[in-house]
């Protein structure tokens, strides 16, 4: 089993995921965001985490625009 990243142990991927994609911030903002919050992670670990999560971010992202068109039909 591999070892877990320090993203994943913190249990922030999601919210990486999110500031880089929805709010268009860089990695070093990230950084910077997260260690005003007291979470010691490296831009190198952010960059990490957003490479290996980017599609499915972006799939899920698609799949909620979706439901929220077919909502709103109804």
């Given at each position: ?22 709010d268009k911030l ?11 919050e007291g979470i ?27 439901t929220t068109a ?5």
């Amino acid at each position: 089993m591999a070892q877990r990243s320090k993203a994943e142990l913190l249990d922030i991927v999601t919210r990486i995921v999110k500031l880089y994609e929805e709010d268009k911030l860089t990695l070093a903002d990230i950084e910077k965001r997260l260690r005003d919050e007291g979470i010691n992670i490296s831009r190198e670990s952010i960059r990490r985490t957003v490479k290996s999560n980017k599609t499915i971010a972006r799939e899920l992202m698609k799949t909620r625009e979706e439901t929220t068109a077919l909502i709103n039909t109804i």
